[in-house]
């Protein structure tokens, strides 16, 4: 097989990635491990930035997004027995954002694919990349149960945090920065209409909760939970008694409903430097990982998969300039770097730490005054969440 653009991985930064290539005229394949149905159930994200909604409108793969996606101008920050609306919209020149989940977007990108006859290739699991550093890359990848090859001209590695590309960089060349935390998430998804207009960000002193929602009748709750808990030790009697006390507000009740979806979720900060090598060019998870306080991770992958498409759009056009290309990773760098302090920040702001001291805890409560207080400070948050514009 041959292609002009390898992509390896079809989560919603590969799959994106081939869209917005196949809408340039630019040829790739999608080589993915995993089955499809096991790509669309998968539960992470749901919280997408306008320059995300913008970006699946400009592949026209937002017909659905556009008619089922919830517009949130703020969230709740709540804790001490008050809660803070924080309006984005008034803080940020009108930018808002939109809840739809990640899963609708990989069933939608999918579809899109498919009808247009795409090379998307699910159970078959690349296992190496070679030639780089060189003019043609060669993929080795199991389909069947067979050995093949993919021969192209530049790789996307869009694998996840997980995946074969990062690797395939030289050590001597790869930089990695990374933070780990002490806690996980516990995430659920419930058949009940949620109890809260826009969502819902709580500190507590038994740990952190986050009330979002997928449709006006399913909703996403989180909870911070220890590392190495077990799915086993939170029967949902257990998740929802635990989720009234850490959301409580006097007058407020949080409604029940049935769980239909569970997971625990490792929280960790993670950097790789540069996001490219030769002909390999990495995005989204396989790049950057962050913890999901502040709703970044899949907004990440989008954007780098924006600035990589122009490029590919450059380097395959008349011109045949591989500037954009070289430009990337600093590129996109930038953009990491901002989202990986919001997120430990957001992070460090809401959660408690095991061996917190009396005097954190303090300082932790005097922190979540001033940003429920401050203008500047909510300003400052509105900014980051709706998605930091560089320059404007
Ligand atoms: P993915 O989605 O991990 O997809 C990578 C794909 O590569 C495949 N793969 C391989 N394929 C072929 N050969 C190999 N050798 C391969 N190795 C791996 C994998 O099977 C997979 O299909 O990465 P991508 O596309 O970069 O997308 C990143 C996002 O998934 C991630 O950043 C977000 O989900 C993070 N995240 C959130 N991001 C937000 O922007 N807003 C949110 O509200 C938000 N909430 C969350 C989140 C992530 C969470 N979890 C579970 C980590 C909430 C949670 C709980
Ligand atoms: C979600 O709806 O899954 C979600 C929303 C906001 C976050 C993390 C996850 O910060």
Known sequence: MRTQVAIIGAGPAGLLLSQ?????GIDSVVLEARSREYCEQRQRAGMLEQATVDVLREAGAADRLDREGLVHHG????F????RHIDFPSRTGGRSVTVYGQTEIVKDLIAKRVDEGARLYFDTPVTAIEGIEGDAPRIRFVRDGVEETLDCDLVAGCDGFHGVSRPTIPADVLKTYERSYPFAWLGVLADVAPSTDDLIYAYSERGFALHSMRSAQVSRLYLQVDPDAKL???????IWAELRERLALPG????????SERGITPMRSFVAEPMSFGRLFLAGDAAHIVPPTGAKGLNLAMADVRVLADACGEW???GGSRDGLDAYSDACLRRV???EHFSYWMTTLLHTGVDAS??????QVAHLEYVADSDAAMASLAENYVGYAWGS
């Open 337 to 339: 770097w901002r989202a």
């Open 358 to 363: 009396e005097f954190d805890r303090r300082c």
């Open 316 to 318: 395959f056009g008349s």
């Open 20 to 24: 917005l290539l196949h809408n340039r």
């Open 232 to 238: 086993a030790d939170w029967p949902d009697e257990r």
């Open 80 to 83: 001490a027995g008050r809660d």
């Open 252 to 259: 407020w009740t949080l409604d029940e409903g049935p769980i």
């Open 75 to 78: 969230i709740h920050l709540r």
